[in-house]
């Protein structure tokens, strides 16, 4: 835009809590029409926030794993992010059959910190450490559509 | 729903069972899943004791009991041992090998682990951990059952 023409000025459609029983219709590009009350709308946008929010921790999560990975490359064989339950499964298979407790307490170290770091309030966490197992076995703790392998 | 000293009588009455499990060393892996049912009801009854409205003293699902202890400064210690009895339950209930279950158990973890690692150092500390937390009455009961169990480990 040239400096010298002038900024076009943004024109808002002000929806406010008061109206909130109000109906409103939106139409998207291929003329789909969605009727909300104004309410619904305010609930949406709080539903997108978080959303956003989320996206943003959820980077900030992967690399805190792939750092936490990287430090012991001694120790761990394979890793995935993954869901379960109501939330995400950090799943750590070893290098070894034998119980690594020291791995462990580190793990749950892990697990706690990003638990209690309200810099990943939206993210919820569980992490599992397997043995050196057959890929049946730990495949079985991913969800196939929603696995990240690292 | 069970209350407190219901769920301490279900957790003595595992500990019994893991006591004559102790006696044969064939049975690893069923004295660590018994060991994890142990916790859950330790774990539970420390809930039922701590936590005051109704919904969160009864009817945890596994997500909610760990999202609680997790996030409560007062549980974290008892967090720290439950996660690893929940974890070897998993390993010893999920995870195989085409020559049986058992077998990899023990590949994972001794007999001698077992009774040195899971109960002495995982079980032993939660249940004395929430004797902390409980009522006078559930609190003795877990302490003279931790007297109990390190006797049956040695």
Known sequence: MPSSQKAEKTEYVWLKWSDKQMHIMIEDKDHDKYTRTVGEAIAACRAYERIAEFRQQFEALLNLLKKWLNERPDKVDKAFLTVRDRGLLFLVVTKEVRYDDKLEDELVELDLAIGNNNDFSEIDLEVLALPQTEEDNYGSFCYPEYTLKF | ?154
């Open chain 2, 1 to 154: 729903m069970p209350n407190e000293v219901q769920h301490i009588q279900w957790a003595l009455h595992n500990l019994d069972v893991i006591v004559y499990l102790l006696a044969e060393p064939t049975y690893c892996d069923w004295t660590a899943t018994v060991s994890f049912y142990t916790a859950l009801h330790i774990v539970d009854a420390v809930l039922f004791a701590q936590e005051t409205s109704p919904d969160r003293r009864h009817g945890f699902s596994h997500d909610q009991r760990r999202r609680t202890l997790k996030k409560s400064a007062k549980y974290q210690e008892l967090y720290r041992y439950y996660h690893k009895l929940h974890k070897h339950s998993e390993v010893s209930r999920y995870l195989k090998l085409s020559h049986g279950k058992a077998m990899f158990f023990q590949q994972y973890m001794t007999w001698e682990e077992v009774k040195s690692v899971l109960l002495r150092q995982q079980l032993t500390p939660l249940m004395l951990e929430a004797a902390k937390l409980l009522g006078e009455q559930s609190a003795n009961d877990l302490k003279d059952a931790t007297a109990s169990l390190a006797k049956s480990c040695n």
